[in-house]
Nanobody
Framework: QVQLEESGGGLVQPGGSLNLSCAAS????????MEWHRQIPGKKRESVAF???????NLQPSAKYRFIISVDNAKNAWYLQMNALTPDDTAIYYC???????????????WGQGIQVTVSS
């Protein structure tokens, strides 16, 4: 069973930066997409960014010029560098992994446990 472990959240002042990490473990799998999502209080969970093992990346407009998504394939880990944070970025951030198990054509998704990011002075 694939498991995801997140780290790097916390409290930061407006204008500050945080770097979130997510590492996948738990078995043999082929990775399709590595993602970051967030859930702002009172709102639905939303996509923030995703990246492939080859480095193709996409960021939502709210993140495009402030956040950087990157991957370390050797570690099965991916990261979200968040800069110029504002209170509107306060949310629980979740990493997600879209993957396949050898011999099973049905793609699967694993979620991290979620990590709190609070932007406040």
């Amino acid at each position: 069973q694939v498991q995801l472990e997140e780290s790097g959240g916390g409290l930061v002042q407006p204008g500050g930066s945080l770097n979130l990490s997510c590492a996948a473990s738990g078995g043999i799998f082929s990775i399709n997409l590595m993602e970051w999502h967030r859930q702002i209080p009172g709102k639905k969970r939303e996509s923030v960014a995703f990246i492939t093992r080859g480095g193709t990346r996409n960021l939502q407009p709210s993140a495009k010029y402030r956040f950087i998504i990157s991957v370390d394939n050797a570690k099965n880990a991916w990261y979200l560098q968040m800069n110029a944070l504002t209170p509107d970025d306060t949310a629980i951030y979740y990493c997600a992994l879209d993957y396949n198990i050898p011999g099973d054509n049905q793609p699967k998704r694993a979620w991290g446990q979620g990590i709190q990011v609070t932007v406040s002075s």
